[in-house]
């Protein structure tokens, strides 16, 4: 594609935009409420400008807009939290939640696109974002409704759900794509790519138990409770520690702990990895043990949570990334379940002038 400058709403730590880097995309401003946030972000991409506010202040959003107009800034990215409506039946609660125009951030967006001249435009957030009911127009609407009602003489607007694992990513993740482009403009869909399994992604390298360090970077286990690892030490895998008659996660007074089927739970060497959540360093969440191999005396190894360099992997973030020295396990791992797949991001924005 030609170079083209962009704007970034909801940035968070800029996780998405890692692979950007290998377009010919530049993005010139970002926004992000959290500090922590917009540190990182502004750690991996020095030459935003980043404006850490609040996008529901009138002058941020003007600011916002201000150098997408100063730059010629003719994409945007815009991943806003996914409040909406799941029910439209009537309360005092949500009233009182719809009269607040902070809970549907996706009108930000509005506001700024309505006031840019903006070519592409991509709103990406997880697949119940589409599902959705916000309030327009004195009316409950779809984002796809309300997008068509104000834009579609002037843009083809085009709403999906993409899977991460269909895209050259060793990972199950959903994501709602919205692409909006001008009439007369092009903008394809990427073509699928095979599989990839963790055995092909994370089967080279070397078995840690909890707590054990490599001299790879990143790649170091995380301490875990001894009363779980002997659970997960008894389970196979695809298999919850939950399900053993015997070895099963307990609390310090031996009482079993109750979770759901996918809890306390090992992957599959031969499927892509779940989901990579805000909680994926907790081996008591979905689907987040490593997999394992049979030992000797038949228990099974690695009785832990993948390693940073293991989630890095299957999340295709490069293996070399430099993390602010002051982010911890916990906001790294948060940081990357907040945010879409990088290559996946990549590879929708390589579709721009296809």
């Given amino acids: 594609m030609n170079k083209i400058n962009a704007i970034s709403l909801f940035s968070s730590a800029g996780i998405g935009e890692l692979r950007t880097r290998n377009l010919n995309i530049n993005v010139v401003a970002a926004n992000e409420l959290l500090p922590a946030r917009a540190a990182c972000y502004s750690h991996f991409y020095p030459d935003t400008i980043m404006v850490c506010d609040d996008i529901t202040k009138e002058a941020t959003k003007k600011t916002m807009i201000q150098y997408a107009i100063d730059n010629n800034a003719k994409l945007l990215i815009a991943t806003p939290p996914c409040q909406g ?12 939640y719809v009269k607040d125009r902070r809970n549907f951030l996706i009108l930000e967006v509005l506001d700024v696109i309505d006031n840019c001249n903006f070519d592409y435009i991509l709103i990406e957030n997880v697949p119940k974002f589409i599902e959705m009911y ?21 843009y083809e607007i085009s709403v999906c759900v993409l899977n991460a694992k269909d895209y050259g990513i060793c990972q199950s993740r959903p994501r709602a794509i919205i692409r909006m482009y001008k009439k ?32 790879i970077l990143w790649h170091y286990a995380k301490p875990e409770n001894p009363r779980a690892v002997l659970a997960m030490k008894h389970t196979e895998p695809g298999k919850s520690a939950i399900a053993n008659p015997v070895y099963y996660p307990k609390k310090e007074d031996g009482s079993r702990i109750k ?12 499927q892509p990895c779940p989901a990579r959540t805000t909680y994926s360093g907790s081996m008591s969440s ?7 191999r ?18 890095f992997i299957v999340s295709s973030i490069p293996e070399d990334i430099d993390f602010p020295a002051e982010a911890t396990d916990t906001f790294i791992r948060t940081v990357i379940g907040e945010a879409i797949p990088p290559r996946l991001m990549m590879k929708i924005l390589e579709g721009i002038g296809k």
Avoid: C
């Avoid at 916000?134 to 002037?154: C, R, T, V």
């Avoid at 979770?259 to 031969?270: A, I, L, P």
């Fill in 85 to 96: 409506l799941s029910t439209l039946g009537k309360n005092k609660v949500q009233d009182h």
């Fill in 134 to 154: 916000f309030p327009f127009n004195g009316e409950y609407m779809l984002l796809e409704d309300i997008l068509n009602y104000k834009y579609s003489k002037q």
């Fill in 184 to 215: 007369g403009l092009s903008w394809t869909l990427p073509e699928q790519e095979p599989e990839i399994t963790l055995q092909d992604a994370i089967g080279h390298l070397p078995s840690l138990e909890s707590g054990e360090k490599s001299d």
């Fill in 259 to 270: 979770g759901f089927h996918n809890t306390y739970k090992r992957m599959v060497w031969d």
């Fill in 286 to 292: 979905h689907n987040n043990v490593h997999p394992g």
């Fill in 294 to 311: 049979l030992l000797p005396d038949g228990t099974y190894s690695d009785a832990r949570v993948l390693t940073l360099l293991e989630t």
